[in-house]
């Protein structure tokens, strides 16, 4: 059963902040992992991606990266209320063809 | 980013009859999408997962018969609800990836609110 594991949240910062969203996985062989941002009643939109082991920024978010121990994290510099929303992680394990497989995400919220 | 829309955004039918629902690629050719549901304060559940030119592959548990899915270009996949019932409620959402492969991301429609009355 290949899984990804989210805490439901929900995860509350104060404006200005710095968001840590975490992901675990089960299959060591996955090969590539996703960030999602969802807004309430909105379908999801692509935040990041990222393949190797390591940080990668873009803008105010980096993802990171830990295949050892299969997790994979977004931390959100200068939290804003607009970056409240449910977080969603997504990991294509290397046995689906073409399929991602989402945790069940993390509510995000910023106060002002 | 790759562009998928989805139509109609909302739609209330009757129980008992058929909604249909469009995906479309607007900017690339999607071999595959896939068609998730998703329940109010719940994640997205993988209904099926279309293949243009070839019968959808359904996750355990989704009747192939009551969610009837038609792939039948490299830019368009449907979704029909046939014979609605309440239960079918719910915030269906269609995707498509980009390319072939573990390395693509999946673009998601805006999403289609279906509520059974």
């Known amino acids: 059963q290949k899984e990804v594991e989210q805490n439901s949240g929900p995860l509350s910062v104060p404006e200005g902040a710095i968001a840590s969203l975490n992901c675990t996985y089960s299959?060591?062989?996955?090969?590539?992992f996703f960030w999602y941002r969802q807004y309430s009643g909105k379908s999801p939109e692509l935040i990041m991606f990222?393949?190797?082991?390591g940080d990668k920024e873009d803008g105010r978010f980096t993802a990171q990266l830990n295949k050892a121990s299969q997790y994979v994290s977004l931390l959100i510099r200068d939290s804003q209320p607009s970056d409240s929303a449910t977080y969603l992680c997504?990991?294509?394990?290397?046995?689906?063809?073409?399929?991602?497989?989402f945790g069940k995400g993390t509510m995000l919220l910023v106060s002002p | 980013g790759a562009v998928v829309s989805q139509h109609p955004s909302r739609v209330i039918c009757k129980s008992g009859t058929s909604v249909k629902i469009e995906c479309r690629s607007l900017?690339?050719?999607?071999?595959?999408m896939f068609w998730y549901r998703q329940f109010p304060k719940q994640s997205l559940m993988l209904m099926a997962t279309?293949?243009?030119?070839?019968?959808?592959?359904?996750e355990q548990g989704v009747e192939k018969d009551k969610f009837l899915i038609n792939h039948a270009s490299l830019t368009l996949s449907t979704l029909t609800v046939t014979s609605a019932h309440p239960e079918d409620s719910s915030f269906y959402i269609c995707?498509?990836?980009?390319?072939?492969?573990?390395?693509?991301?999946?673009?998601f429609g805006q999403g289609t609110r279906l509520t059974v009355v």
């Open positions: 997504a990991v294509n394990f290397l046995s689906g063809y073409s399929t991602l497989t």
């Open positions: 900017d690339f050719q999607a071999t595959t």
């Open positions: 299959d060591r062989g996955s090969q590539s």
């Open positions: 279309s293949n243009e030119g070839s019968k959808a592959t359904y």
């Open positions: 990222i393949y190797s082991n």
């Open positions: 995707s498509a990836r980009v390319g072939t492969g573990g390395r693509t991301e999946a673009f």
